[in-house]
C-alpha cells in the first residue's frame, strides 16, 4: 500500500565553499600553483603581495557578504574593506622553518630522444610523406625507446587523423629505417629484437655469435634461465661449455635494455617532474619542517580595489544606479579574493599540521633515514594525533611529496600495516621487507633461497609470517623468484 508521510531528520550539507576547501586538500604543490594562477587571471581584485609581512597576517579584514543585489550601495560600511594600511598581505605560518630559501631555478631542459631520432630523419633528405610517417612512428614509441603497435595500426592511425594512405609495406620500409638510427636497438617491438639490433651492429666475436643465436632461437629459455637446456643445445652443433655460456651472458648484460631511457628527458618528464610540498630537515639530532619557499605564493587583495571602495563613500550625494552596479561588481570579486585567500591559508595549516604528525610518529626515520626505523602507521594514527577526520588526513596524504636529507618521498610510503614479534612489539611490515631484501641481496646466487627458506630465516629474527606473506612481500619489492635469481658459477 503506497502513502504518504512527512519525516523530520537533520541532514549536513556542505557549502560549494566548503567542497571546494575539500577538494583543495587533494592538490599538490603543482595544482596549487596552477589554481592561484587561474585565480588570479580570473578575479582582478586578488594579486601577488610583491613583499611577506607576517605581522599584519592576522589583521585579515572580514567582508560582509552580499546576499541579495538589491542592497544600496550606502549599505556597505566602508570599515568592512579598509584597515590602517593597504588590505594586509596574506601570508604562510612561518613556525617550525629554517633560514629563507632562495627560489632555485627549474631543471634544464635536454633534448629527448624522440628530438634526437627526429633530427637524424630530417638529415637524410626524405620526402614530405615519408618523414610525415618517420615523425609519427617515432611520436608512437615509449619512453624505453620501443615500438610496440603494429604497422597496420599505425597506418589505420595516419590515415584517419592524417588524411595520409599508407600501405603497412611503406610503414615496415620506415620502421626498418628508424631501427639503423642511434642508439642502437630503437624501434623494436619487444625487447629480444631490441638486444639482437644492438649486437648485428658491434664487430663480431665468438661470443657475440653465441649470443645472436642463443636470443633468436633459445630466448625463452635464456630468460627462464633454464641455463643447461641451452648448453646442451649448443654443445650438440659445436663444442660449448658453461664458461661459454657465462661469458655470453656478460655479453649480453652489457647491452642496454631500454635505450630510450638513456636520455635525461622524454616528451612526458619535460612536462611533469615531482616537487616536494614539504621539506624536513635533519640537522645535529634536531628536525626543521618548513614549506619550500616556491610553493608559497603571498596573496592580498588589490590596493586599486579598495581605492574603488574608498572613492565610492567619499563620494558625496546620491549614487547613480550604474555606480551601484560597478560597486556591486567590485564587493563580488573582493568577497571572492577574500575566500580564496582563506581557503588556501586553511588548506596549508591543515596540511602543516598533518606532515607535523607525521614526523612524530615517524622521527627515527627522518633523522636517519633508515627504513628499518619506520614504525606501523595508518591513517587513523595521524588523525588521531592533528585532531583530523581520517577522510582529511587521506586527502592530505594523497599525491604528496616530501623532500628530506635522504630523498624525496611520497607521504603514502610512511604508511604501512603492523607486524608483532616474538617479544610482543608492533613493528612496521616494511622493517620485515628491508630484511626480506637484505636476505636476498646477501643470498648465494648458485643457490638462492627459496621462499620456504626466507620464512625459516625471518623466523629466526623473530618475525612469524606464513610462506603466502613472503611472496606477496617479495612480489611488490619486485624480487623473482629463486629459480629466475639463479647465476651460472
Known amino acids: 500500500m503506497i502513502k504518504q508521510q512527512l519525516i523530520q531528520k537533520q541532514q549536513q550539507k556542505l557549502s560549494p565553499a566548503q567542497i571546494q576547501q575539500i577538494r583543495m586538500l587533494e592538490l599538490n604543490a603543482i595544482e596549487v600553483e ?90 637524410r633528405h626524405l620526402s614530405v610523406e615519408t618523414l610525415r610517417i618517420g615523425e609519427y612512428i617515432v611520436g608512437s614509441m615509449d619512453n ?16 584517419f587523423q592524417y588524411g595520409l594512405e599508407v600501405s603497412v609495406q611503406e610503414i615496415r620500409e620506415v620502421i626498418d629505417m628508424i631501427k639503423q638510427l642511434d642508439p642502437a636497438g630503437i624501434g623494436a617491438p619487444d625487447i629480444r629484437e631490441c638486444l639482437l639490433l644492438q649486437l648485428q651492429r658491434k664487430e663480431k666475436t665468438q661470443e657475440r655469435e653465441w649470443a645472436i643465436l642463443i636470443l633468436e632461437k ?29 661469458n655470453v651472458i656478460k655479453e649480453i648484460t652489457l647491452l642496454n635494455p631500454k635505450p630510450g631511457s638513456s636520455w635525461e628527458s622524454n616528451m612526458e618528464t619535460k ?85 607535523l604528525a607525521i614526523i612524530e610518529i615517524q622521527r627515527n626515520f627522518f633523522l636517519t633515514g633508515d627504513e628499518s626505523e619506520l614504525k ?49 612489539e608492533d613493528v612496521s611490515v616494511r622493517r620485515v621487507k628491508t630484511l626480506l631484501k637484505s636476505l636476498v641481496d646477501q643470498e648465494d646466487k648458485t643457490k638462492p633461497l627459496f621462499d620456504g627458506e626466507l620464512v625459516n630465516k625471518i623466523k629466526q629474527e623473530g618475525y612469524n609470517i606464513a610462506r603466502r606473506t613472503v611472496a606477496k612481500y617479495r612480489e611488490q619489492l619486485n624480487i623473482p623468484v629463486a629459480r629466475l635469481r639463479k647465476e651460472i658459477t
Not at 219 to 243: C, H, R
Not at 317 to 338: H, L, N, P, R, T
Open 271 to 355: 612536462m611533469s617532474q615531482i616537487t616536494p610540498d614539504f621539506i624536513v630537515e635533519a640537522n645535529n639530532g634536531e628536525l626543521f619542517f618548513s614549506f619550500p619557499k616556491e610553493n608559497t605564493s603571498e596573496l592580498r587583495v588589490s590596493k586599486e580595489y579598495n581605492e574603488m571602495l574608498e572613492n565610492y563613500f567619499r563620494t558625496p550625494g546620491k549614487k547613480s544606479e550604474s555606480m551601484k552596479d560597478a560597486i556591486f561588481f567590485v564587493k563580488q570579486k573582493v568577497d571572492s579574493a577574500k575566500w580564496f585567500i582563506d581557503a588556501i591559508k586553511q588548506r596549508n595549516t591543515t596540511l602543516r599540521q598533518t606532515m
Open 376 to 424: 606501523p602507521m595508518k591513517l587513523k594514527d595521524v588523525a588521531k594525533l592533528c585532531k583530523y577526520d581520517v577522510s582529511t588526513a587521506s586527502r592530505v596524504s594523497n599525491s604528496k611529496y616530501v623532500q628530506t636529507n635522504w630523498g624525496v618521498y611520497s607521504l603514502r610510503f610512511f604508511f604501512s600495516d603492523r607486524i608483532t614479534n616474538e617479544e610482543g
Open 34 to 123: 596552477n589554481l592561484i594562477n587561474q585565480e588570479l587571471e580570473d578575479n582582478p581584485a586578488l594579486e601577488e603581495s610583491p613583499t611577506l609581512s607576517s605581522e599584519t597576517d592576522d589583521l585579515m579584514s572580514e567582508y560582509g557578504s552580499l546576499e541579495n543585489k538589491n542592497e544600496t550601495a550606502e549599505d556597505l560600511s566602508l570599515n568592512d574593506y579598509l584597515t590602517e594600511d593597504d588590505i594586509p598581505h596574506y601570508a604562510l605560518d612561518r613556525h617550525y622553518k629554517t633560514e629563507e630559501r632562495q627560489r632555485e631555478s627549474s631543471y634544464s631542459e635536454s633534448e629527448s630522444f624522440q628530438e634526437y631520432l627526429l633530427d637524424q630523419l630530417r638529415l
Open 144 to 159: 624505453d625507446g620501443y615500438l610496440r603497435r603494429d604497422p597496420e595500426l599505425l597506418a589505420d592511425d595516419l590515415a
Open 218 to 246: 633459445y630466448f625463452d629459455a635464456f630468460s627462464k634461465k633454464k641455463y643447461s637446456k641451452i648448453v646442451d643445445a649448443l654443445n650438440s652443433i659445436e663444442p660449448f661449455s658453461g664458461e661459454d655460456l657465462k
